[in-house]
């Protein structure tokens, strides 16, 4: 099955950090697109990070400075490091990617995770 599982959420004080991990499941062979996305209560589905293929890397203007995305291609797995975190940054976490997956067959898909919250309180 392909699937993306996130990891890593929980509750921290400000100015705490975490990290956060999605593996990917189900043979990635390639992406061109992977990223972190977070939605806030009452708030719109927002891009916090995201990376190409090509390594061009691109964060939300609000946490600039504050997290860094990697990523491990042998171990198809995103990583996010969220540092200096604001009550501001609670939210659930996505991860999505845009890849060739190969199982069951070899297939182009966009897939979501099923997210972890990250809550940053005192």
């Known amino acids: 099955q392909v699937q993306l599982v996130e990891s890593g959420g929980g509750l921290v004080q400000p100015g705490g950090s975490l990290r956060l991990s999605c593996v990917a499941s189900?043979?990635?062979?390639?992406?061109?697109?992977m990223g972190w996305y977070r939605q806030a209560p009452g708030k719109e589905r927002e891009l916090v990070a995201s990376?190409?293929?090509?390594?061009?890397?691109k964060y939300g203007d609000s946490v600039k400075g504050r997290f860094t995305i990697s990523r491990d291609n042998a171990k198809d797995t995103l990583y996010l490091q969220m540092d200096s975190l604001e009550p501001e940054d609670t939210a659930v976490y996505y991860c999505?990617?845009?890849?060739?997956?190969?199982?069951?067959?070899?297939?182009?898909?966009?897939?979501w995770g099923q997210g972890t919250l990250v809550t940053v309180s005192s």
């Open positions: 189900g043979s990635l062979l390639s992406s061109n697109d």
């Open positions: 990376i190409r293929s090509g390594g061009s890397i």
């Open positions: 999505k990617v845009n890849g060739v997956w190969g199982r069951p067959t070899i297939h182009y898909r966009e897939v």
